[in-house]
């Protein structure tokens, strides 16, 4: 089912960096709740405010007014994508992820912790493909993740 009532839209600042930040750790803590996170809540916000918001191409999923998914992209890698719980299977990561094949028609990349099952079929099913495994020594949380590619066919 996907959810038309839900608009996509570019972040714009501050106020948009709290509601991507409060998106992630919702997110965060519902889906992954045996991985510990490197970062404190404020460390969180701090970083989305400072880093993720102004730096990268992040993107906001809009219901009523708020924001219920966030999508962080970098040149040809999905760096972050969350939606809040009650939101998820409305079809509005299928859209972000249309949205980043669009801007990265060569190709993505992408990290996930490897106990997220549900985000390993997601990928899987808009044509990511494990490209590695890892134990986890590289990220800060120090959790075994697997890193995804799609390439569009030719």
Same mark, same amino acid.
């Given at each position: 089912m996907i959810d038309t009532a839900v608009t996509l839209r570019r972040a714009a #600042?501050?106020?948009d960096a709290a509601a991507v930040a409060d998106v992630w750790l919702r997110s965060y803590d519902a889906v992954l709740p045996t991985v510990k996170r490197a970062h404190s809540d404020d460390g969180v916000r701090d970083f989305f405010r400072y880093v993720v918001v102004p730096e990268q191409e992040t993107w906001v999923a809009e219901s009523g007014g708020a &924001?219920? #998914?966030m999508m962080a992209l970098e040149p040809g890698r999905i760096e972050q994508?969350?939606?809040v719980p009650e939101h998820? +299977?409305? +079809?509005?990561g299928d859209r972000f &992820?249309?949205?980043a094949? *669009?801007?990265s028609p060569g190709g993505l *990349?992408?990290?996930t912790f490897q106990v997220n099952e549900p985000a390993h079929r997601f990928y899987e099913r808009h044509g990511f493909g494990v490209a590695e495994r890892t134990d986890g020594s590289r990220n800060e949380e120090r959790e075994p993740d697997v890193r995804y590619v799609w390439a569009p066919e030719r």
């Open positions: #600042g501050p106020d &924001v219920v #998914g994508l969350y939606l998820r +299977g409305r +079809g509005i &992820v249309q949205l094949k *669009e801007r *990349e992408l990290w």
